[in-house]
């Protein structure tokens, strides 16, 4: 029999043993498609309310500068899963094909002792590795009545994409998960991403008023550099009929298409009894784009607001990481464009919120230029795993617990490849620090300059203005110093395809 004096040494020095090795959190990686800082409410949006996403910001804390390294929808989740740069990932723009044997935090995480899983939009072309469970829409995926791919095979599913991605995600947490392991769950929508169909819960939003237009939406980009004038992403003349829900989706059964008509209806024959031309087209045509986009938001902030519901009725909230994040940016009307692409803010600035209690000051913001580099690295500092190596991207651990570093970077890189393909824009690559932005479109060998700290809204290149001679020649500086440091020279480049014939840049893109 065990003496009592060495019963109770156990059970006392045994209790603090476990106490000082608390468990490893729980991460909740809450992802939309081409939703914008500024419709967040958080951010400052001044169109759309967002009060689940600002939970998780009040809670934690808001990143203002956090900027995708190429602002398209595959090469950011390549990014993401790598924390490598799309040359070095492979993954370069919405033709790639993702190579699923090489390193994922998610295999890292996994091999760990994470339970993982990964459902929504993956959009990798490659079946997901480094998850225990899997279920996620082919391709682009489809808002009503979406098909699946799972790892137990094929599945459709009645019902609208975004509330279908959040039962998803709320049944595997509450009957798919391993409760004796910590977990990694990442639940991406398609939403808010073209064609914008709002689910049949949001389609009554914004009948009764108007969204207040971008000053720049009738912009004529003559400060931009020329190539500017050659893309295909205007409001005024690239919107298709499905965009503008002169055409109802495909995929809708009867009572789907009954209550969208109910909605669109009425609108529809009041736009064929008066149709405006001119000016008044393009303002048709964005209060149309944008209600549509915000009743699409409005699904995924709801969405958010019920995984969080979750998390804090089953006692999870506080052993959890959640983090709320988009692919990238997106034009809202900003410059008359819809979509993204481009190395303007506007497009490369992603929103990014993270909760965790007990290590993040509630209600706190920081100004560090963070990139979705830095993601992977963080969630595997946060469970305690050392990052590899040959990652790119930093943990931002101590960014979260309030740390100034003085050795944080100062500069970002960009490199956007994808073209020519929908929407035209020019490959380019450039540096952003805090106050200004150096852009070479070197397939046409022109130049941008921006102050962004007199102009932020990024109206009108200083590249030729004497004034601005050093600054020029030390953002030159800077980005040869971060071609070099990611490996970027030397390294290949996606194939030119042909150009898309005239008017393709209409379709859909990813």
Known sequence: MRPLFA????????????????????????????????????????????????????????????????????????????GKHS????????????????????????????????????????????????????????????????????LKVEGYCTDIITDMTLNWLDKGRDKEKPFLLMCQHKAPHREWAPGPNQLGLYRDKDIPEPDSLFDDWKGLAPGAKYQEMTIAKHMLPSDLKFKSPQSMNPAQKALWDKYYGPENEAYEKNKPTGKDQVRWNYQRYIKDYLRCVAGVDDGVGRVLKYLDENGLAENTIVVYSSDQGFYLGDKGWFDKRWMYDVSMRMPF?????????????????????????????AAGIQVPADMQGKSIIPLLEGH????????????????????????????????????????????????????????????????????????????????????????????????????????KAG
């Open 353 to 381: 919120v993270v909760r965790w209690p007990g290590k993040i000051k509630a209600g706190t913001e920081n100004h560090d230029l963070v990139q979705n580099l830095d993601f992977g690295p963080t969630f595997l500092d």
């Open 404 to 507: 100034t570093l003085a050795d944080w970077r100062k500069s970002v890189y960009y490199h956007y490849y994808e073209y020519p393909a929908e929407h035209m824009v020019p490959r380019h690559y450039g540096v952003r620090t805090a106050t200004h932005k150096l852009i070479h479109y070197y397939q046409r060998d022109e130049w941008e300059l921006f102050d962004l700290v007199k102009d932020p809204g990024e109206t009108n290149s200083v590249f030729q203005n004497e004034e601005y001679a050093k600054v020029r020649d030390e953002l030159a500086r800077e980005l040869i110093r971060l071609r070099k440091h990611y490996k970027v020279e030397g390294a290949p480049e996606p194939e030119k395809k042909a150009a898309p014939r005239p008017g393709a840049g209409k379709k």
């Open 87 to 154: 040359h070095l990932n492979g993954f370069y723009d919405n033709r790639s094909t993702f190579d699923g044997t090489q390193q994922t935090f998610a295999k890292l995480l996994q091999a760990n002792g994470y339970n993982t899983a990964m459902i929504g939009k993956w959009h990798l072309v490659t079946d997901p590795t480094g998850f225990d469970k899997w279920t996620i829409l082919p391709g682009q995926g489809i808002y009503y009545n979406p098909n699946f791919k799972s790892d137990k095979g094929p």
């Open 7 to 82: 019963l109770g040494f156990f059970l006392v020095f045994g209790a603090l043993g476990n106490a000082a090795a608390p468990k490893r959190p729980n991460i909740v990686f809450l992802f939309s498609d081409d939703h914008a800082s500024h419709a967040i409410s958080a951010y400052g949006s001044k169109i759309n309310q967002t009060p689940n996403i600002d939970r998780i910001a009040k809670e934690g804390m808001l990143f203002r500068n956090t900027f995708c390294t190429n602002s398209i929808c595959g090469p950011s989740r390549a990014v993401i899963l790598t």
